[in-house]
């Protein structure tokens, strides 16, 4: 229910889905934004003066598909959007296929997509930077943190363990690190397994970001379905920023291939309190989350703190005239004295 319009937005463009199962029917209308979308044949994709979508590293243009790495060792590529994205509302809907000669757990390192304020920037997440600012999803298909405890000998309290391929979430306000070791799980905003690797038939992920709602769905099995995987609510997402995917790979490998990005505008109706709580926010952050180092957003100063320097100022100001009076009617009354 309340599927994304894949499946129909192929046949118009303008599409009105009714969420059936919603307490009181939401309308929710979608529109492909072409700008932000990325399909075959790729047009002017890496070119350097037209096109809507910059190339990095190893990434490469197929007929088919673009490739973020190839089935090789320390590859990186990544593809980003030219064009930042005001949407208020949206859906990223990723058609993608990892496929690689390793056996299971012999692969990676997965790939991740971006809606962040700095694009194009190399780095240690998935083959970009981190301390990002923004949202990152990101498809894990090697367990580095089970792995390094099945070095030590050490073995998951049960309950605790991810199974990969593994696909989570992070938002960032700059000041969090990604966790590679233990597979970002100190950052997690939440996640699911997806067994996403070397598959016959075509995978799809959706992003969707909706009153300030994080939801991420697979339809990986083959049915034309989506599956719930990330739902967070009261996440504040800066307008402005731009969509990008990247990859990467170390010691093992996988192809990563992107067949297409598709960026809907979704025109949701908001109740005027709705209104209020949805403004315009200049830094990502999540409600009632406490992750380390996050527990401060580095907000411009509020409004009180401007009106206690302020009124502080004044008061010392006030103080500094009135000793200033009663120092010259001494000075005054001495000085009178002194005459007579
Ligand atoms: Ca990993």
Same mark, same amino acid.
């Given at each position: 229910?309340?599927?994304? *319009?894949?499946?129909?937005?192929? /046949? ?30 790729? &047009? ?11 190339? &990095?590293?190893?990434?490469?243009? @197929?007929? &088919? ?7 090789? &060792? ?9 064009? =930042? ?5 949206? !859906? ?27 694009? @194009? ?10 301390? %990002? ?12 943190? !089970? ?16 199974? %990969? ?78 969509? *990008? ?6 010691? /093992? ?12 505008? /979704?025109?949701? !109706? ?20 406490? /992750?380390?180092?996050?527990?401060? =957003?580095? !907000? ?6 401007? %009106?206690?320097i302020v009124f502080f100022s004044l008061v010392a100001v006030v103080f500094?005239v ?16 002194? %005459?007579?």
């Open positions: 229910m309340a599927a994304a *319009g894949r499946w129909r937005a192929g /046949l118009a463009l303008l599409v009105v889905a009714l969420r059936l199962g919603a307490p009181r029917a939401e309308q929710t209308e979608e529109h492909l934004k072409r700008e932000h979308s990325l399909s075959k044949p790729y &047009q002017g994709v890496g070119s350097a003066s037209s096109g809507l979508w910059d190339l &990095q590293g190893n990434a490469m243009v @197929m007929t &088919q598909y673009i490739r973020l790495t190839p089935d090789v &060792q320390s590859k990186r590529g990544a593809v980003w959007n030219r064009v =930042p994205c005001y949407l208020r509302d949206w !859906e990223m809907q990723v058609h993608f296929k990892i496929h690689g000669q390793g056996k299971k757990n012999l692969n990676g390192d997965g790939f991740a997509i971006w809606y962040t304020k700095d694009r @194009m920037q190399p780095g240690p997440v998935f083959g970009s930077k981190d301390n %990002f600012l923004g949202l990152g999803v990101f498809v894990d298909t090697y367990p580095n943190e !089970e792995k390094q405890q099945e070095a030590q000998k050490r073995r998951y309290s049960p309950g605790n363990q991810r199974v %990969f391929p593994y696909i989570s979430a992070m938002v960032n306000n700059g000041s969090l690190t990604y966790d590679h070791d233990r597979d970002g799980r100190p950052t997690e905003l939440g996640g699911c397994t997806a067994m996403v690797r070397n598959l016959n038939h075509d995978t799809f992920l959706v992003i969707r970001y909706v009153k300030r709602r994080l939801t991420v769905m697979i339809d990986i099995d083959g049915k034309h379905e989506w599956r719930d995987c990330i739902d967070v609510p009261g996440v504040r997402l800066p307008r402005g920023y731009y969509f *990008g995917t990247s990859s990467v790979t170390g010691d /093992l490998s996988d192809n990563h291939d992107i067949i297409s990005l598709k960026l809907y505008q /979704l025109t949701v !109706e908001r109740t005027p309190e709705e209104e209020k709580r949805d403004r315009e926010v200049f830094l990502p952050v999540v409600d009632n989350l406490k /992750l380390p180092g996050m527990e401060a =957003p580095l !907000e411009p100063m509020s409004g009180l703190a401007l %009106f206690l500094a009135v000793i200033g009076v009663i120092v010259y009617n001494k000075w005054q009354e001495q000085s009178r004295k002194h %005459f007579y």
